[in-house]
């Protein structure tokens, strides 16, 4: 067994692992990839997935289409601010992952709420479809056109409007990509009560309309908690505005919470009210490795049981996804390789009482044999390499191939079983199959690669694994979201009475349903 600190020994230390320092990279650039030891960048000539349209099968519905007129109308409601260029256009009609494409032929870039408003009441009147764009960071093809739908871009939306140093309540637009919010928390001493791979990237207003999870989820709580209040605009142009910080506010519907989780099919989150905790003073991140996956639970029991308030963050990862982040990104496992490695982070107030905490957790790990070896870190650059192992593994899979991805929550005690069960059944048809996730909250990302995308293996993959988390009464979308991807399987977590609620409300909001269409909701026809 061996412990140690990255480049200092700690207590149980027989010999001192030393990390490569590793620059975070929040998502791969499309046409380059970051690559550890030295992050040098390799170039590498993207090849655009087919249509959406024809590879899925889908018929446009009857909107209008974008005329001459059209343009110059927005030309006069944004001035110098609308995209047709088909070169500019071309990443924001791909997904990051490349695996959904539309053909959108103009893109709209709004600087406040009232532009938001005006470009929305008249899409409305002359039934035009709209797609709302963050980061373009979804990976269910929910920020993509299908076909010619209009782009809006938050993009320019970005500015922060009030923060209260003594409640913590963040005022913000839309448009703020996630870690600059951080950032400029920070510097307050404040934090952020999201995080995510994408944060250099992703939008609050994406987060909120996906109501992302993330790594902070176990110390901080869901988005539907942290959210005081936001601003929207409806389909027809009303500006819905429920932008309040207070924590308590007992008046009617909470009508926040619909446009949560919405997708954007109900309306454009235009600006947030956020609850920000106070940033921890003591951050420990250690990295654990554990012989199998029964081991990885009690190391996670365990841990809620000794780490208590300070644990903020608990996370897995299989051989399988430690092993492309190594092959692919170059990355460094400072510890001897094992089956399952568990991440851990603590955060708290007092370093000497935090540390003493870990000790003891670790002291006991060592000495039940949960785990075979392992490493700590304190240093923020030490941290951030331990989670990069972690964060990174998205990225890694971009590069193995074409890339199905499964976000699933069910019973903690089986979440490995899927991806057991989807290995035996898929055999030698995949090229890689693997597991990882938020012990915490019971999130599995089980990701299946291949050279390109095959109907014979999406049919081998679905409704098998969707069935498989019904059956155990899982949830098909943990904190991606449905969008365009998983729509039409939103049956197996939701019952019919609901899913012909969320249709009522779709067409009381969106009557001529113009708010990104085909994502989400099942069409009622």
Request: one cysteine or more; a neutral charge; hydrophobic letters at 40%.
């Amino acid at each position: 067994m061996t412990f140690s600190e990255l480049g200092v020994p700690f207590r149980w230390c027989s010999r001192t692992w030393t990390m490569t320092k590793i620059t975070r990279m929040a998502k791969p650039c499309r046409g380059q990839f970051a690559i550890a030891s030295g992050c040098r960048l390799l170039s590498v000539k993207p090849v655009d997935p087919p249509l959406t349209s024809e590879r899925y099968k889908v018929s446009r519905l009857p909107f209008s289409q974008v005329t001459a007129q059209d343009l110059n109308c927005f030309q006069q409601l944004v001035p110098g601010r609308v995209v047709t260029e088909e070169d500019d256009l071309r990443s924001h009609n791909i997904d990051w992952l490349r695996t959904v494409r539309g053909h959108s032929k103009v893109l709209l870039r709004p600087q406040n709420t009232n532009e938001v408003s005006e470009i929305l009441r008249y899409c409305n009147e002359r039934n035009l479809a709209v797609t709302p764009q963050g980061g373009n960071t979804s990976l269910v093809g929910g920020s993509i056109p299908v076909f010619d739908e209009i782009l809006i871009s938050t993009a320019l939306m970005d500015q922060v409007i009030s923060f209260d140093d003594i409640s913590g309540a963040l005022v913000c637009q839309a448009g703020c990509v996630l870690e600059a919010l951080d950032k400029y928390l920070e510097r307050r001493g404040y934090t952020m009560p999201l995080d995510l791979g994408a944060k250099g990237s992703c939008h609050i207003g994406g987060n909120l309309a996906t109501n992302a999870g993330g790594l902070k989820l176990l110390r901080y709580g869901s988005l539907r908690g942290t959210v005081l209040g936001l601003e929207a605009v409806l389909p027809d142009g009303t500006i819905l505005n429920c932008l309040n910080s207070l924590r308590k506010d007992n008046t009617g519907y909470d009508l926040k919470q619909l446009f949560i989780g919405s997708e954007g099919t109900l309306g454009l989150i235009t600006a947030v009210s956020i609850l920000c905790p106070r940033k921890p003073g003591a951050v420990n991140v250690a990295l654990l490795g554990c012989e199998s996956f029964t081991r990885v639970l009690q190391v996670f029991t365990l841990c809620r049981d000794r780490l208590g308030e300070i644990l903020s963050a608990c996370e897995f990862m299989d051989a399988a996804s430690m092993k492309v982040v190594q092959t692919h990104l170059k990355l460094n496992n400072p510890i001897p390789a094992t089956a399952f490695y568990v991440l851990i982070e603590t955060s708290g107030s007092s370093a000497h009482h935090d540390e003493e905490k870990l000790n003891e957790f670790l002291a006991q790990a060592l000495d039940t044999g949960l785990v075979t070896a392992g490493t700590v870190a304190t240093d923020q650059t030490k941290i951030l390499s331990l989670w990069a192992l972690r964060e990174r593994i998205t990225e890694a899979l971009a590069h193995d191939g074409y890339v199905f991805k499964y976000d699933l929550s069910m019973p903690v005690n089986k979440l490995y079983t899927l991806v057991e069960e989807t290995r035996a059944r898929l055999g030698k048809s995949a090229k890689t199959i693997v597991g990882y996730g938020h012990l915490g909250d019971g999130n599995l990302h089980l990701n299946v690669t291949a050279e390109s995308h095959t109907d014979s293996l999406l049919a081998a993959l679905e409704p098998f694994v969707y069935e498989w988390t019904a059956q155990h009464r899982g949830s098909i979308s943990a904190e991606h979201g449905l969008g365009f991807k998983k729509r039409d399987h939103i049956h197996y977590s939701k019952s019919t009475e609901a899913v012909h609620l969320m249709q009522k409300i779709k067409r009381m909001l969106d009557p001529k349903g113009i708010m990104n269409p085909y994502k989400t909701i099942p069409s009622s026809d």
